[in-house]
């Protein structure tokens, strides 16, 4: 491992780029793949149950977010304890993830046993839709130890330093999902509970994958029940660097949330309109998001080093995939938002309401690819508070705020608004930010000064 990350100040960075962001890239385009194909098969059954989908995601991603926060903060203390040679430490970090886990699904299953009809209320779902929801996700709570099991677990193997693995595990159940959903929705006839269904048994067979690497010493670590004791310790140091990861996934959750509520007041259409168009952009993103995986621990060993150029080259490199990625998204669902959105239903009121919404929404997309990188830049480089701030500005500290704002002096455009322009100033602000920050370090483009290079 030593020799590996020796390779992060020395080899070239494109290289580098490819090699660290495509399979975290790869993981979260099936992942999005398989949700966009999910709700596909759902929109057979209505768009009252499309709706239902739209409030149960925030739902499910609040618990995706507990799941990669804590596999993140485990995977940061795993690569750090085997790169000083302590793996009795790296191996009890994973221990810690699985019965941490197993309590989480436990806890969940039971609020959703006990509360469920309130919490979709609390999460905007109506009365036309909240049975839909509550089929769908009564299953979803019921197997959410899986969900943990599986989020957190795939971050660690990515820690341990196997993303190929990591990779081919999120296939492999995206491919299960596919494969499950018509036979549980149509050919047995459960419907949207169908869809949970398919969702949790794909999870399960992920699981079972990543316990036989663990349990088999296919990689660094080898499991054992002595592992599995809790130590307050060790999950201090694991959400010490977790609980950013958490808040930043669940803050996109809480304004979806809002969002819904909001749209609760114009009917269940808005709230299936909002849902499918965020898929969409999701999709968009996560080629972004994988890139910012593969830029943080290049920027953040290259800071170590203090070797500033390639700090800059870096952030260059992937500012330009990023912002041309999200350009390309942006472009073709300004052009065409009635076909990207057909895929999912042909039901004419949605798609007119869908169309006009998706251009609106996708109009400052290309600033998103570049106030992703910058946030990174701050996160690699140990910035605590900027890189907090940044993490939550775009969701909560702006979209949050201008959802009510706008939608109390223009109504439903008002929801559809509010989101360019939280784009707009994220960016705006992140900006402000990372031209100080660069400025200080004496790298920002143009400057004729700069660090020297530690060999």
């Known amino acids: 491992m030593a020799g590996n990350s020796a390779l992060m100040g020395e080899e070239s960075i494109t290289k580098l780029l490819i090699r660290f962001s495509f399979p975290a890239t790869v993981s979260m385009l099936v992942t999005a793949t398989y949700n966009i194909v999910d709700t596909i098969f759902v929109g057979r059954l209505g768009i009252e149950a499309i709706a239902a ?14 799941g990669i926060g804590t596999g993140v903060g485990a995977a940061s203390l795993i690569s750090r304890s085997l790169g000083a040679n302590q793996k009795d430490v790296a191996t009890k970090a994973v221990g810690q993830v699985i ?53 957190s677990l795939n971050n660690v193997v990515r820690g341990e330093g196997n993303p190929r693995f990591s990779m081919n595990v999120m296939i492999a159940t995206a491919v299960i999902n596919v494969i499950l959903d018509p036979i549980f929705i149509f050919v047995l006839g459960l419907g949207v509970r169908g869809a949970a269904v398919a969702t949790v048994l794909a999870k399960v067979i992920g699981v079972i994958l990543i316990f036989h690497y663990f349990i088999t010493g296919r990689g660094e670590i080898k499991i054992d029940a002595a592992c599995l004791k809790l130590s307050l310790s060790n999950i201090r140091k694991i959400y010490v ?33 909002l849902g499918l168009i965020f898929r969409l952009i999701m999709f968009a993103l996560m080629p972004v998001i994988g890139i910012s995986q593969g830029l943080l621990p290049i920027i953040g060993y290259n800071f170590g080093a203090g070797k500033m150029l390639r700090i800059r080259e870096a952030l260059l490199k992937g500012l330009l995939l990023s912002v041309g990625v999200v350009t390309f998204f942006g472009i073709i669902y300004f052009s065409w938002p009635t076909l990207f959105l057909s895929i999912f239903t042909d039901d004419r009121e949605l798609l007119t309401l869908g169309t006009g919404a998706m251009r609106i929404m996708v109009f400052m997309f290309p600033l998103i690819g570049a106030q992703i990188v910058f946030t990174t830049y701050f996160q690699a480089a140990g ?15 702006l979209f949050i705020p201008l959802l009510f704002i706008l939608s109390s002096l223009f109504g439903l455009d008002g929801v559809w608004y509010s989101r360019p322009l939280s784009d707009l100033f994220a960016f705006l602000i992140t900006y402000i ?13 143009g400057e004729s000064k700069l660090f020297a290079e530690k060999n």
Not at 241 to 256: D, K, R, V
Not at 435 to 443: A, Q, T, V
């Open 241 to 273: 660097i977790g609980f950013p990861a958490i808040l930043m996934q669940a803050s996109i959750n809480l304004s979806l949330i809002i969002a819904n509520n909001i749209l609760g007041v114009y009917g269940h259409m808005p709230i299936a309109t």
């Open 53 to 66: 989908l739209s409030i149960a995601f925030p739902f499910q991603m609040l618990l995706g977010a507990l």
């Open 383 to 397: 910035r605590g508070l900027p890189s907090l701030l940044l993490s939550l500005l775009r969701e909560v500290l």
């Open 99 to 151: 019965t941490l886990s197993v309590i989480y699904g436990i806890i969940i299953a039971g609020v959703g046993w006990l509360y469920l009809d309130q919490i979709l209320v609390l999460f905007g779902a109506t009365p036309e839709i909240i049975g839909f929801a509550g089929d769908y996700m009564s299953v979803i709570t019921s197997g959410s130890v899986m969900f943990f099991l599986i989020m």
């Open 433 to 445: 930010l990372i031209y100080r920050e660069l400025k200080r370090l004496k790298i920002f483009p």
